[in-house]
Every structure is written in C-alpha cells, then in structure tokens.
C-alpha cells in the first residue's frame, strides 16, 4: 500500500543520488602527478593574446621560444629552436632553426612556423584582433625564409636588443597548422598551438587546466611530472589549507603574512622571492597637484624602503639600484646607489615648490600586487612625515585607477623586465608608450634622444653611459618611484618535491625546476 | 498581469546590472590588464561595440534577447549561456543537497522549539538558530576547512575530490538555510498552537502528537513552501560565496569572475537565469498552496463557480 510519506522520500533519494554523481573530476593518484593551486588561470594561452601571471606561468611548459635567457646562469642566451644565430647586420638576425622538433599537434617544426608566429595578425598589424604584442613586435618589418631551416628578420630599424626580443614573452612560437586550421583568431586563442615539454590535456574556463608530459619533446629539460593539474582556488585561506593537508603540491600567490605559518609545518616550504621586476607608482605630472617635478622628487625621498622591505617582507626581498636589475649584464651599472631616502630634503624640495598641504590623490587596490594595500598605507604616512597630504582612495579594478580625471596623481605598477636590458625595462615602461598614451607624462626631447640611442646603439660602453645618464636625468624629474623588487612566493610540499623557481613569472616545471623524492 | 509583472521585474534587474557594471568598470582595460597598448584597447572596443552609448549597447543587447540570443562572453567569444549552462551541474550538486539537508534539520528543530516555547530547550535553539545566521557562511567555511582539513586532517578544503568534498560546502550552506527553516517553523507553529482550534483539539481528548501532526504542522506548512520556493529561486546565486572559498567551480564562481570581468553578457545569463527561477519557483509555490490548504483550493473553487456561473448567467442558451 502506498503512504503519504513515501513520495518524498521516493523523489528526494535520486535526486540527491543524481546530483551528487554528476559532477565529478576523479582525481587518479600517479606516482609523478602534480596539482598546483592557483588564484586564477588564463583566460586564453596564446601567448600574444594574453599577458598576465597566469598565462606566462602557463606558458613555460606549452611554449618554447627561438633563443631563450638562462637566469640560472646569469642571464646569458642560449639556444633553444634555434641552434644558432648571427646578427648579420643592427636590423638583421639569422636564425638556424632546430630539426626534429615536434608540435604537440604532430605538426614538424620549420621556417613557416615562425613567419605564422612573426605574421601581422599575431603582432598587431591586424585592427580587428586585440593583441598585446604590439609594443614587443613593432619594430618587426618582416620575416624573410632563406631556405626551410633558416630565416632571417629585419627589423624597421637598428635594433640593440633585437635578438632578446626572440628570447621571451611574448615570441613563443606556434605551429603555423594551428593557425591556418582555426576558423577565427578566437578560435586559435584556444588551442595547444606549442612545442613545449608538456602538452595541453584539458581546460575549462574558470576550471582547471591540466597539462600532460610530451613524449615527443626535443629537449634535454623534459617533463618532471607526468600530469599537472592547475586548479582555480580564489581563496589564499584554502590553497594554504589544501597544501598543508596534502591535497595540492605547490600554492601560488602566497602572501608575505603567510611564509610563516607554511614553514611552521615541517612537511611544507616556500620556494621563490624577488623576480625580475620593480614595483614601484607612476606619477601623473600633467596637469596634476604634482606637477611640479620638485613635488614629485620629495615623494621618492620620503619613501624609506628598507623600511617596506622589512615590515611587509621581512627581508625576503631588496629595492633595487635604480630601475635596472642584475641579470643585465654588460649593461647593469652596478656603481648606482640604491634610491634615496632623505626626509629632510623632501621637506626643503616642498618648501622650494611653495607646496602648502594641497590633496594628492593616491589610486591604488586591495590585492592586485603581495601586499598593495598595506604598501599604500605605509607610503601615505611616510609621505604625511615630510608634509605630504597623500589621500589613498582604494578602487576595484584598473580602470577605476587609471581613470583620468583632473584629480589623478599617483597609481601603482609593476614594470618587469621583460628582457635583461634598459631596453625591456625602464625604458619600454618610462619611454613613449602606454602612459604617454593615456597623458600620464610626457617625454621631453634629450630624453628621447637618449632613449632612440639606447635603442639603436650596438655599442655597449656608448649604451651604458647613456643610459646612467637617462637615470640621472629620470632622477631630477621622476614620472615614477621605485619602491622594491617585486617578490613572488609560493608554497610547495618538500615532502614530495623540491624545486628551482626562475626569478619571474615563467613557472619551470622541467627536470630543471622541480624534483621528485 | 503576473506575467507582465514578472517580465518588468527582469527588465529593470537588468538595466540596473548592466548599467552600474557599465559605469564602474572599462571591460577592455580590466581584460587586457594595466599593461596594454592603446591599440589593443582600441581593438578590443571596436570588437565588442564597446564605443557606441551606454543606452545603445543596452538596446543592442535587449534586441538580441527578444531573439533569446543571451550575447557572446568577452572572455570565451562563445555564447554566455553556453558557459552559464556548463556551470549550473556543479551548482546544483552544492544546492539540491543543501535544500534537503536543511529542511531535514531545519523544520524538526523549529517544532521541537515551538511546542518548548519559552522554555530553556527553546532559548538554546533559538539561539543556535540566531548563530547560524549570523555568521557570514564563508567566514564558517574557513573555520570548518581549520577545523578538518588542516587540524584532523579528515576532508578535502578545496574542489570535487570524493564524495567527501561535498560535506563542508553543503554544511556551511545548510547551517544557514537550516536556521531560516527553523526559525520559520517555529513562528508559524507558534502561531498555530496559539489558535483555538488547538484548545478544542486538546479538550475533545487528542493525543499531543496527533494534535501536532494533524492541526499543527500542516497549518505551518505554508509559509515553509514560500521560502523553499524563495531558497530554490536563489540556486544560482545562493552557492556564490562559499564556492569561492571551497574552490568549487559553479555558477556563483562564475558570477563572481563575470563581475570582476565586466564580462556583462555573462552576469546578464546569470541575473536572468536567477530572475527566472525564482519567478517560476513562486508560482509553482502558489500553486502547491492549494494542493496543501483546502481553504485555499476551496476559495479558487468557489470564485472559478462564480465565473462559471456568471458565464453562464450572460450566455444565451
């Protein structure tokens, strides 16, 4: 006989049975597997489409690039698909492409793919397509194939750091079938276009990215584990606790109040520090209260940094000597002080500018940057010391900062070297470009002069002597300040692995980076 | 009339999310990152219709409603709804067990409260209840994850691993809801209790349990149909917060992505997807209120006899 009662419990069972069963994404325990836990995966991974974190950390393992900058052995060029190279003339390099290298989409690499990489669409020739190459690729006037194996490109004009352009973010080249096969760019921006040592498995926007061992690479460096699961954990409180637990392996985006407790378990570490970037502000000096370059010099005095460095940091990373990073080279200037902090003649600077307590607005955000807040906070009372009215004003995305309104006058950023050069550094954030674009500052003429020499000059004593003299320059009239190197930390199971991070966004999952116990 | 009613609310839902996402947030400069170039913006404006008015993309996107097209997502190219969809079975799997675990907790502990009233087993769980839906679900969430997964070491904090995952999710979100139905519960029977039909029950000599069961619950029933119909309506936006803390990519994520991402076609899905269910969970509740209430079922009866009637009265026969 049928009860009242046993409809619910006839409809409820299944549909709990129903519900718990569907979604699933069993997790199989290989010996060599990885889950990493991220804050955020790429949108896309091609790599010209997106410059983010996520997608350069990504992109190590999916890409490789022609020519590639050894950090590990002080920043010199190796080979990579390319076997060798000759700067044949200031706009013209050579390449000598590697045989027998595979695509992950069985595709054999040679001289077509890397027109389809250098090809007007992929380096912003094409209007329609929103690429982030432009300002990297913009000097390219065009690939020239000299047989299957060998290419050259010429640049627009002489270039000095034209063959690290071929070394890194974003020249990583894609398989010219997967460019020709996709319907749209869109379509494209979607696909394993690489020939890196993992290959991509699966993706799902806003999910989890899991990559797989390529058997097939070229390279000495191969895979370190056989599968890689990438999982999307928002929040820092449960990365921490799926490392702790033993659910992930590694954690990225681990902030600087957290080191403590990951090192308080014996089973876990932290790997990584300063990476090849600076974070420091950018200043708005037209038409804003800190106009007056007087103004904008007290600001950089008053800032101690050693300071910020230990509270927020505790050490674990450095200020810079200047807007230049070791890995340089033959072009860091390893004589230049690190920048000075001097209250006292911030105050006299102010006094000169007749500045009398006018508000200087300060945009800046929570968590885009380890530590921006608390970073933001601390500048505006070392700057109220000397006298400063700094209002900090909290926005919830780059646009609310970059908005420009009369009021603008400080904003945060980050400038990466994106090659070991002035070149990929201070002068492709501080020269003509993205902040000249949207009236942050403008370049004056010496500078600029400078800056074409240091861009053209193959002369290495001739560029480093103009380049101290751009930082002189830059130093009397700041459209920035530093304010340390940008640290990036994350936690890792040493239970299970040990690891070799680059100083950069690049995260190595090879033989070379990580270990197995 | 309720139809009509219903689609003005959607339509003023999303004027207002599409305009406040609008103004406080430039989706070509939050995408392409603080980095970009000039041109790539451009690019990227000129893609999307990005640089015609506000109102005109509105327009723009309300016209392809009409035609059910849901508009492309800025982050895939591809159809919003397709993503949104994607997203719903991970949501459910959080939000249909949460439903039943907290009526399962919530409606047995408001009765035993109600027929306690005023007495200190009543306080206790009147104050539980108060707790539970005092504390912010993901500040719970985080206590559970310390509690088992780093401490006792027990269940999983983030993500579908096993059947385990689904437990600290689920709680959180039950430990709320469950303090809704069980303060609900206890008010309406309360009420009920207090009602003289109950005085003449107890006189004609019924037993506590059968007075309970046969006059006390079912007079409550009806206001615990409306708040599941009110819990059902937010199943895509219930899960959004406790998702994020426990890594659990469903429809409340994604919500979350879409509105750091201006991503407005998205968050329109998501709003509409929302807007809808809940519509149509009230109605459905509207019409379970007659199937539970013989007054109810009895008046709709009787006013369909006199339109019947009158009807019939106008005809000629």
Request: glycine letters at 8%; one cysteine or more.
């Amino acid at each position: 006989m049928k009860t009242q009662s046993s409809f619910p419990r006839r409809l409820l069972l299944p549909i709990l049975a129903i519900s718990l069963t569907a979604f699933h994404g069993a997790a199989s325990a290989f010996a060599h597997d990885l889950v990493i836990a991220v804050q955020k995966n790429p949108d896309n991974h091609d790599p010209v489409s997106e410059n983010s974190n996520p997608n350069l950390r990504l992109m190590y393992s999916l890409y490789d690039t022609l020519v590639s900058v050894d950090y590990r052995n002080g920043g010199r060029l190796v080979p990579n698909l390319a076997t060798s190279w000759s700067v044949i003339d200031p706009r013209t390099i050579e390449f000598h492409l590697r045989p027998g290298v595979v695509f992950h989409n069985g595709d054999t690499f040679d001289a077509r793919d890397v027109v389809a990489t250098f090809s007007p669409v992929r380096i912003g020739a094409d209007k329609s397509v929103p690429v982030q190459s432009q300002p990297f690729f913009k000097g390219i006037d065009r690939v020239e194939v000299v047989d299957e194996m060998t290419i050259r490109i010429h640049m627009k004009s002489d270039d000095a750091v034209g063959i690290y352009r071929f070394s890194t973010y974003p020249s990583q080249i894609i398989s010219a079938t997967a460019l020709e096969q996709a319907k749209t760019y869109a379509e494209f921006t979607e696909v394993d276009a690489g020939s890196g040592p993992y290959s991509l498995v699966s993706r799902k926007l806003g999910g989890d990215i899991v990559i797989k061992k390529f058997d097939k690479y070229w390279g000495s460096s191969k895979a370190a584990a056989d599968k890689v699961t990438f999982t999307v954990v928002p929040e820092l409180a449960t990365r921490i606790a799926g490392l702790l637990s033993g659910q992930f392996d590694i954690i990225t985006e681990v902030g600087a109040d957290e080191l403590r407790q990951i090192e308080a378990k014996p089973s876990c570490a932290i790997v990584g520090g300063p990476v090849q970037s600076i974070r420091g502000l950018v200043y708005d000096s037209i038409g804003s209260p800190i106009a007056d370059p007087r103004i904008r010099r007290a600001l950089n005095l008053a800032i101690n940094r050693d300071a910020l460095v230990k509270s927020l940091f505790a050490g674990r990373t450095s200020v810079p000597h200047g807007w230049q990073m070791q890995t340089f080279g033959d072009m860091y200037l390893s004589d230049r002080p690190t920048p000075e902090y001097n209250p006292k003649k911030a105050r006299e600077l102010l006094k000169d500018a007749g500045y009398s307590g006018q508000q200087i607005v300060y945009r800046t955000q929570q968590g885009y940057y380890t530590k921006q807040g608390d970073t933001a906070q601390i500048l505006q009372s070392m700057w109220k010391a000397v006298g400063l009215n700094v209002k900090l004003e909290f926005k919830e995305n780059w646009a609310q900062v970059r908005a420009d309104t009369p009021d603008r006058a400080i904003i945060d950023a980050d400038s990466g070297a994106y090659y070991p050069d002035p070149m990929g550094q201070f002068w492709r954030r501080m020269g003509p470009g993205e902040f000249t674009d949207s009236q942050f500052f403008t370049v004056g003429p010496s500078m600029l002069t400078l800056g074409n020499e240091l861009a053209t000059s193959l002369d290495t004593k001739r560029r480093r002597a103009i380049f101290a003299k751009m930082l002189e320059n830059f130093e009397e009239d700041p459209h920035a300040g530093i304010l340390y190197v940008t640290p990036m930390f994350m936690g890792m199971r040493k239970d299970r692995l040990s690891m070799d991070p680059l100083p950069y966004a690049y995260l190595d999952l090879t033989t070379d980076g990580v270990t197995f116990k | 009339m309720r139809a009509g009613r219903a689609l003005l609310t959607l339509f003023v839902l999303l004027g207002f999310a599409f305009f406040t996402l609008a103004a406080s947030g430039d989706p070509a400069v939050i995408l392409l990152g603080p980095e970009t170039n000039t041109a790539a913006l451009e690019a990227f404006r000129q893609k999307w219709g990005l640089g015609l008015p506000l109102w005109r993309q509105f327009a723009v996107y309300v016209d392809g409603l009409v035609h059910l097209n849901f508009g492309l997502s800025y982050r895939t190219s591809g159809p919003a709804l397709d993503l949104v969809l994607s997203r719903v079975p991970a949501s459910l799997c959080l939000v249909v067990p949460t439903i039943f675990f907290s009526i399962a907790v919530g409606v047995p502990v408001g009765f035993y409260a109600a027929i306690h009233n005023g007495r200190m087993t009543d306080r206790i769980t009147t104050m539980l209840a108060v707790i539970g839906l005092a504390v912010p679900p993901f500040l719970l969430g985080i206590l559970l994850i310390y509690i088992f997964s780093i401490w006792l070491g027990w269940l999983p904090p983030s993500g579908y691993v096993d059947w385990r995952s689904y437990i600290m999710p689920v709680g959180s979100m039950s430990a709320v809801a469950a303090a809704i139905y069980a303060r609900f519960t206890r008010s309406a029977v309360v009420e009920v209790m207090a009602n003289p039909m109950i005085e003449t029950a107890k006189a004609s000599g019924l037993t506590r349990e059968l007075i309970h069961r046969a006059h006390a619950l079912p007079n409550a029933l009806l206001p615990l149909i409306t708040i599941t119909a009110l819990e059902f309506g937010g199943v895509l936006t219930f899960a959004a917060v406790t998702e994020n803390v426990f890594g659990w990519h469903g429809v409340g994520s994604l919500l979350i992505e879409s509105v750091a991402a201006r991503d407005y076609a998205v968050v329109e899905t998501i709003l509409l997807c929302a807007g809808t269910t809940m519509i149509l969970a009230n109605f459905l509740a509207d019409l379970s209120y007659g199937f539970v209430d013989p007054r109810i079922r009895d008046s709709r009866r009787s006013r369909l006899s006199t339109v019947t009637r009158l009807y019939a009265e106008k005809s000629p026969v």
